[in-house]
């Protein structure tokens, strides 16, 4: 399964940053705080924890477990409609914030929450990448 390359959006401000840095290295990135080393997704101005403005994208080690997840029987867009069944999980990453991804190659049954997952992202463009989940193991 891939991406349909029919949508691709085009985010704007912080969003837009975190994808243009996986763009650029083929790696999902997450916010650290320069301060108090607290990761962050999605990207925000300030830290949550200390509240401080000063932060870097580092590499996520883009592994984690299934926090959430949802099948979707039917597509609201076009682009997706063979796909259909397909899942989007929430992934708890090592690092502790949560990322929203696709399912890979795996069916409605193939979830559990818990579960082990790896994740990579696909560019679409320069300004957008698709985050995929993989199940582990």
Do not use: N
């Amino acid at each position: 399964m891939s991406a349909p390359d029919i949508f691709v959006p085009e985010p704007e401000g912080l969003s837009l940053l975190f994808h243009q840095k996986a763009v650029e290295t083929g790696t999902l990135h997450v916010q650290r705080c320069d301060d108090c080393g607290h990761f962050r997704h999605p990207p925000r101005y300030r830290c949550p924890e200390c509240f401080s403005a000063a932060w870097t994208f580092v590499p996520a080690a883009g592994t984690g477990t299934i926090y959430s997840y949802v099948v979707s029987h039917r597509s609201l867009h076009p682009a997706w409609a063979e796909l259909a069944p397909h899942v989007t999980v929430a992934v708890a990453l090592d690092e502790g914030p949560r990322v929203v991804a696709a399912l890979r190659d795996a069916g409605p049954g193939d979830a559990a929450l818990g579960q082990p997952v790896r994740l990579s992202v696909e560019a679409k463009s320069d300004d957008f990448v698709f985050v995929w989940a993989d199940l582990a193991g």
